[in-house]
């Protein structure tokens, strides 16, 4: 077990008050609110430590970095807002989507993302909003 630190204290509770899956660089500026010196590469191997330890888990949403939240939550799936990029949880799920699943195949599991417009970007004038978009758009291009 990886011995507590100020460091690690400070991530934990930005995962822990954050509600939603968040990237390193979420993470590392949330977290520089208490510890202003903490770097990225400080970030990843505390991510990593606390990986193995499980009480992370990684988010992997196609085509994105992975980001991470706290474990043992319940079954839930994801929100990720194409406007400013972040993600959020989606509490449970619609249920048996095995049904889905052509003739004879069998479903070990399934993950389910949604994607449009989070609460906060709606409240955005469309202008900036617009911006917004042509930002993250550009980014998705530039990664594939």
């Known amino acids: 077990m990886e011995r507590s630190t100020r460091q690690r204290t ?3 509770s930005v ?3 954050a509600g939603r899956p968040l990237s390193p660089q979420e993470i590392l500026e949330a977290a520089q609110a208490d510890v202003p010196a903490l770097g990225m590469a400080t970030v990843y191997r505390q991510l990593k430590a606390m990986q193995e330890e499980e009480l992370l888990v990684v988010v992997d949403l196609p085509g994105e970095n992975a980001r991470y939240e706290l474990a043992g939550l319940h079954h839930h799936h994801h929100f ?3 406007d400013c ?5 989606i509490p449970g799920c619609p249920g048996n989507l095995a049904k889905l699943a052509p003739a004879g195949f069998s479903v070990d599991s399934h993950e ?3 994607y449009g417009q989070c609460a906060d970007c709606g409240k955005k004038p469309a202008g900036r909003r617009k911006a917004a978009v042509k930002a993250v758009s ?3 291009a530039h990664r594939h």
Not at 85 to 89: K, V
Request: net charge neutral; charged share 20%; hydrophobic share 45%.
């Open 80 to 82: 990720q807002c194409h």
């Open 85 to 89: 990029g972040r993600a959020f949880d």
């Open 15 to 17: 995962l822990e008050s």
């Open 10 to 12: 400070a991530i934990q």
């Open 112 to 114: 389910l993302t949604l």
């Open 138 to 140: 550009k980014a998705v």
